[in-house]
């Protein structure tokens, strides 16, 4: 069973190679942006507190993120394994999730960590034009992403987690074959 994270800074692909390998190999993937962005679309109070969070390009509360992460976990019945994209992105998420791992007994997870230069990602985000990725927003979501976000990378090092680094500039079939190589080559289990 394949139990993947797919980790790097907004802009690098995490999402459009997500899909790929959830397809190709027929995983369930699981995109926290996704599902905030249809949350959004309700007319709730805290589709709304959401919402203004998301146009301020600043990180769900942690106990929300959490949950919402448990019950997809919960519910997923996908025989093959995961894919998770946009979690963990505090150390504490993924000390949580963790612990959400082994109560279910899913640990060894992968960490596909994608790499891209800083200028091609500011390139990138304003070529996408999604809601949140005006000018502004865009440098205060890469502010979040080197000050909050990237020391995940750091605490799965200090983990011995198994990390496949992949420099994510390139045609997305050519990076996306790169990564499932890279898979192949570290799973074990
Ligand atoms: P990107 O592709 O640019 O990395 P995402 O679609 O993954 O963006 O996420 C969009 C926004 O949703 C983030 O900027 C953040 O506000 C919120 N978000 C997504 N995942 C999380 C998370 N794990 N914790 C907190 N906020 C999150």
């Known amino acids: 069973?394949?139990?993947?994270?797919?980790?790097?800074?907004?802009?690098?692909?995490?999402?459009?190679?997500?899909?790929?390998?959830?397809?190709?190999?027929?995983?369930?993937?699981?995109?926290?942006?996704?599902?905030?962005?249809?949350?959004?679309?309700?007319?709730?109070?805290?589709?709304?507190?959401?919402?203004?969070?998301?146009?301020?390009?600043?990180?769900?509360?942690?106990?929300?993120?959490?949950?919402?992460?448990?019950?997809?976990?919960?519910?997923?019945?996908?025989?093959?394994?995961?894919?998770?994209?946009?979690?963990?992105?505090?150390?504490?998420?993924?000390?949580?999730?963790?612990?959400i791992l082994k109560d279910m007994n899913l640990q060894d997870i992968i960490v596909i960590y994608l790499k891209v230069s800083h200028e091609e990602i500011l390139r990138r985000l304003l070529l996408r034009g999604r809601a949140d990725d005006s000018k502004e927003i865009i440098e205060k979501r890469l502010n979040v992403y080197e000050e909050t976000t990237s020391k995940v990378l750091d605490y799965y090092k200090s983990k011995n987690t198994k990390i496949i680094e992949i420099d994510g500039v390139g045609e997305i079939e050519e990076i996306n074959n790169i990564i499932i190589t890279e898979i192949n080559k570290n799973y074990y289990i």
């Open 1 to 99: 069973m394949y139990k993947l994270i797919i980790f790097g800074a907004p802009g690098v692909g995490k999402g459009t190679q997500a899909e790929l390998l959830a397809k190709k190999m027929d995983l369930f993937h699981f995109s926290t942006g996704n599902y905030l962005r249809e949350l959004i679309k309700k007319e709730t109070e805290i589709a709304k507190k959401v919402k203004e969070i998301l146009e301020k390009g600043e990180l769900v509360p942690d106990d929300m993120m959490i949950e919402i992460i448990k019950e997809a976990l919960i519910n997923n019945n996908r025989p093959n394994g995961f894919i998770l994209d946009g979690f963990p992105r505090t150390v504490k998420q993924a000390q949580e999730l963790d612990k």
